[in-house]
Antibody, heavy 120, light 110 residues
Framework: QLQLQESGPGLVKPSETLSLTCTVS??????????WGWIRQPPGKGLEWLGN???????NYNPSLTSRVTISVDTSKNQFSLILTSVTAADTAVYYC????????????WGQGTLVTVSS | QSLLTQPPSVSAAPGQKVTISCSGS????????ISWYQQLPGTAPKLLIY???KRPSGIPDRFSGSKSGTSATLGITGLQTGDEADYYC???????????FGGGTKLTVL
């Protein structure tokens, strides 16, 4: 079945750039009708959507983060990636990648998540 | 502040029924689908209900979803201790052009 796995550094220094990759297995990232998204969860808090991307490269972002977030897709590797610039301690969170059903507002499946800590 | 409002916590005894509400507006729930997610301690969220009231394969029929106007409800019957988790509603907001989630509800099975 479809599986997603996040990867990337677990520790990032303040003001630097957070970079994560989500690898999709058991299916193609180029499947029509699905977007691919990033969602994060600060420790002890709720879910915050960061952005989605379609395999064509078309993307949309959380308006509160749009100046700092970029999501890209590499169909040859069946991966999509997240870049978050100028990080602060407030960006410390578990970062999840997930598949989103286009126009129908649901995410499934989700990756297991990866904790990224922003600290010097 | 979340655009989707959920109670912070609910509780009930094993075997009982519980409902979790998610209140939004015409900018989100009132004009598009809602989904529900279960997050067991230390794990990733899992899709529980999609498109207002549909259950993915493998989700027992003890879980149900409904929607009326700008509010939605998740119902869980025959509560089990294994149902103790955080539950989140999610939708799309047309004003923000963004995915939105409720703040989450912690279910305690006493």
């Amino acid at each position: 079945q479809l599986q997603l796995q996040e990867s990337g550094p677990g520790l990032v220094k303040p003001s630097e750039t957070l970079s994560l990759t989500c690898t999709v297995s058991g299916g193609s990232i180029s499947s029509t009708g699905y977007h691919w998204g990033w969602i994060r969860q600060p420790p002890g808090k709720g879910l915050e959507w960061l952005g989605n991307i379609y395999y064509t490269g078309s993307s949309n972002y959380n308006p509160s983060l749009t100046s700092r977030v970029t999501i890209s897709v590499d169909t040859s590797k069946n991966q999509f990636s997240l870049i978050l610039t100028s990080v602060t301690a407030a960006d410390t969170a578990v970062y999840y990648c997930a598949r989103r059903k286009t126009h129908l507002n649901w995410f499934d499946p989700w990756g297991q998540g990866t904790l990224v800590t922003v600290s010097s | 502040q979340s655009l989707l409002t959920q109670p912070p916590s609910v509780s009930a005894a094993p075997g009982q029924k519980v409902t979790i509400s998610c209140s939004g507006s015409s900018s989100n729930i009132g004009n598009t689908y809602i989904s529900w997610y279960q997050q067991l301690p230390g794990t990733a969220p899992k899709l529980l209900i999609y498109e207002d009231n549909k259950r993915p394969s493998g989700i027992p029929d003890r879980f149900s979803g409904s929607k009326s106007g700008t509010s939605a409800t998740l119902g869980i019957t025959g509560l089990q201790t294994g149902d103790e988790a955080d539950y989140y509603c999610g939708s799309w907001d047309f004003t923000l052009s963004a995915e939105v989630f409720g703040g989450g509800t912690k279910l305690t099975v006493l």
